[in-house]
DNA sequence: GTCTTATGAATGAATG
DNA sequence: CATTCATTCATAAGAC
């Protein structure tokens, strides 16, 4: 039930309370049980970035393009272009054509080509990362090689689910919000990534 | 055979790719059916957090000891410390009954409400937020006794959290904790004030 | 038939 | 806002 009062609000505009607003939500949610304003503060959160990623379907459906795994140029405009930052880049990467590559090989396209996101988080956490040659295989459990294409045990995994988003009805938003447009200064935008735009 | 690919990347060093890498990979894949962006995020989180939570399980000499010939059927840390608890009745929250205010109302009061930001006690204002009073504990077995007005599907949407901490092997890391230097910095008056207050 | 496990999906909770 | 982690739900596949 709190989630029918949260979507509706949202759905209404309300994508991103202000602290006045989530009070008050939090208040009226509490009829139904406990909630705290982190809780609501957290579920506009989640609730935005998700819905736009959402919309983003993942797809690409491209597959036909061509061009080398490598060169991962990256091109992002995450551009100052000062003011607005419409993440909304795609990326356009097209992607290599050849299509009976060996999965080796494709793992190694992958590998060479990025790595360089969110460097930055990896040090505090994940220093530790095992070699990355790590010929250790625990339990690789070698599976005999059914060339065929699927594994039989995982087969088909992805099951296909393919639920179609809703559209736009897009949001005139809230007024209210913050919007103050904070002097940002120059954005020296690192390369930063906008992470899935997958669901 | 997508599994292949994947186990192999992970192995190599991918735990937790960036979005290209995402794209990347999934339009490999799709070579051997249809993949969605999402479908590789998720692999990859489940992945990660499922080897982790493994590896997790070796340092426990604990008490596995002799009693338990079912061993490691499921231990785990759900934790029901159930033991105890007794759940006073003082957190008698629910004084629900007769709230059913429609939800369509609460939105609507909760919209035109806010908006006003009332910017003089704004930065210091800290909201009281009272400790949830420890209420219910989230007894994950015996999940019948709904006897309350909660919907049983959307229910507790926010579980209380305030679980105590697991045990710890590798617990605190906190000594490191020299270089704070946050520099908060007085930005002056902004409204984007630290949702924080919540915490 | 039920129980158990493996795993995709989803989401709350942080942190930067 | 982006990213990440921890939990939890649902369900298919096997085991019993």
Redesign the interface.
Known sequence: ?????LE??FR?G?ET?????????TS?L??????????V?YWFQNHKARERRKRRR???I??SASSS?QG?S?AKETNCSCGELTEDQE?E?K?NER?N?D??Q??S???T??????VASKITQ?II??P?S?SI?PQLNC?ENEDD???PR?L???P?NKKDDVGEEDNNKG??S?S?S?SKKFCANEEE???????
């Open positions: 039930m709190q989630l029918r009062v509706e609000l209404k309300t309370p202000s602290t006045s607003q989530i009070q008050k939500i009226q509490r009829r139904y049980g406990n909630v705290e304003g982190k809780n503060f993942a797809g690409n491209e597959e795994a991962l990256k990326s990467r992607d299509r590559m999965y080796l494709i793992i396209s992958i590998n080509a990025a790595t360089t996101s969110s994940k990362q095992l990355s790590s295989s599976k294409n699927e594994d995982t088909e995994l992805f296909l007024l209210i913050l103050e904070k990534v906008s992470y899935h735009q997958f669901f």
